[in-house]
T-cell receptor
Framework: NAGVMQNPRHLVRRRGQEARLRCSPM?????VYWYRQLPEEGLKFMVYLQKENIIDESGMPKERFSAEFPKEGPSILRIQQVVRGDSAAYFCASSLGNNQPQHFGDGTRLSIL | QKEVEQNSGPLSVPEGAIASLNCTYS??????FFWYRQYSGKSPELIMF????GDKEDGRFTAQLNKASQYVSLLIRDSQPSDSATYLC?????????????FGQGTTLQVKP
């Protein structure tokens, strides 16, 4: 499968736990983006990364959220001490370059008990 | 004023008709525009992108861009029930080195057999 791969597809956490979401970009793509979609709301940008660099994190909450895209391996979106309001669908997208079409993965549905 | 605006609908058309979906944007300098289709519970799927004024056709889909009036449209000819979905308009945020896509709220299309 040459598409954007996200895992897990579904993740259940209890309040206070950590959630770790993974994304492998489409083959040949080095630009990765994370978006969040809350129930009945639109897609909101969170962060834009290239290998080993965070380019734009203007959409990331200031606390508890972090992202990385290491030299080897997938991009990781980490949410510490999760709260009920973190329940959402988290989508990863990748592109060949900036301002190029972004292709989305299947998303991770995060549920907080 | 929202950066990207769409009528949330639902837009209901009979099977075989032309569905017309509209999107307006606030940044007059925007250069590229993307249309995504999102089925309920699924991820956004890129269906069209357009950079230049005028029309771009791909199968049953036509994207129309009018930069002077700051709107972009998506026409779906010979609409099928399988086209029933939410259609998202997205515009890249300009400035800096951001790859951020600004999404509209989406228009829900219902194609009735």
């Amino acid at each position: 499968n040459a598409g954007v791969m996200q895992n897990p597809r579904h993740l259940v956490r209890r309040r206070g736990q950590e959630a770790r979401l993974r994304c492998s970009p489409m083959k040949g793509h080095s630009h990765v983006y994370w978006y969040r979609q809350l129930p009945e709301e639109g897609l909101k940008f969170m962060v834009y990364l290239q290998k080993e660099n965070i380019i734009d994190e203007s959409g990331m909450p200031k606390e508890r959220f972090s992202a990385e895209f290491p030299k080897e391996g997938p991009s990781i979106l980490r949410i510490q001490q999760v709260v009920r309001g973190d329940s959402a669908a988290y989508f990863c997208a990748s592109s060949l370059g900036n301002n190029q079409p972004q292709h989305f993965g299947d998303g991770t549905r995060l549920s907080i008990l | 004023q929202k950066e990207v605006e769409q009528n949330s609908g639902p837009l209901s058309v009979p099977e075989g008709a032309i569905a017309s979906l509209n999107c307006t944007y606030s940044d007059r300098g925007s250069q590229s525009f993307f249309w995504y289709r999102q089925y309920s519970g699924k991820s956004p799927e890129l269906i069209m992108f357009i950079y230049s004024n005028g029309d771009k056709e791909d199968g049953r889909f036509t994207a129309q861009l009018n930069k002077a009036s700051q709107y972009v449209s998506l026409l779906i000819r010979d609409s099928q029930p399988s086209d029933s979905a939410t259609y998202l308009c997205a515009v890249p945020r300009r400035g800096g080195n951001t790859g951020k896509l600004i999404f509209g709220q989406g228009t829900t299309l219902q194609v009735k057999p």
